[in-house]
């Protein structure tokens, strides 16, 4: 970490420092309610039990076929964003990122500090999306009702891509310093797969609010749709 240049490591401490303290400041003044700590452990058990899943898929995938597959966590982060207030949807994806990291650390797959800050960056975009939707009036479940509450989702939904991978990219440019920008961007299938996480964001985030008990099902299509999408990272 402390071999990194100074500018990336302003920026990368900077945005956990930032989201630390969005994340208290969200939760001490918050109000909460039952419905909302229901979702919050629906949404949390889901992603885990995703999450297992996934990694024994993955194992068997780089066995076989010696690949790793896109990351697919804006799919639950988003989700929370869409259904929780902002400081239980940021909470939400320090427990869940917290676990993948700890994953990354522990099979030596990655690198900590680097998993920690890709993590932070979606707990920013989190925060961040979690108040635009609140300015549109698309809180509490309201995704759909009405065209305002509609296009909040559709801006926030940019929003997250926006913050997220902009973030990352300007770390890996303060870091590697490529000679071209497009170095530090997805690649377009990888684009492609971001965007279509986020819309299925949306689509698992109206089963959570409309039809809890059936909302689990997302694993189906996930799993399956994870094995089948062999994205070289």
């Not at 690949?67 to 207030?85: E, H, I, Q, R, Y």
């Not at 680097?114 to 698309?138: C, E, H, M, P, Q």
Request: overall charge positive; glycine content about 6%; charged content about 15%.
């Amino acid at each position: 970490l402390w071999k990194t240049p100074r500018s990336a490591l302003a920026l990368i401490l900077s945005v956990e420092a930032l989201g630390v303290t969005w994340l208290t400041v969200e939760n001490v003044f918050e109000r909460v309610d039952f419905a909302d700590f229901g979702r919050f452990m629906l949404l949390l058990f889901v992603a885990l039990l995703y999450a297992e899943g996934a990694r024994r898929v993955e194992y068997l995938r780089r066995y076989i076929a010696d690949v790793t597959f896109a990351n697919v966590s804006s799919l639950w982060t988003m989700t929370a964003a869409l259904v929780l207030p902002a400081g239980l949807a940021a909470a939400f994806a320090v427990l869940f990122l917290g676990c993948s990291t700890v994953r990354v650390v522990r099979s030596r797959t990655g690198t900590p500090f680097r998993a920690i800050y890709v993590a932070s960056t979606d707990v920013l975009a989190t925060l961040v999306v979690a108040n635009v939707l609140g300015f549109f009036g698309a809180t509490d479940g309201n995704l759909a009702n009405g065209p305002l509450p509609a296009l909040g989702v559709l801006v926030g939904m940019l929003t997250y891509y926006v913050v997220q991978q902009s973030l990352v990219a300007s770390a890996i440019y303060l870091t590697t310093r490529p000679v071209a920008l497009r170095d530090t961007v997805l690649s377009r299938s990888e684009q492609v797969i971001e965007l279509a996480t986020l819309t299925m964001a949306v689509l698992f985030s109206i089963a959570v609010v409309h039809a809890p008990y059936l909302s689990p099902l997302v694993l189906i299509l996930v799993l399956v749709l994870r094995r089948s999408a062999l994205v070289q990272e």
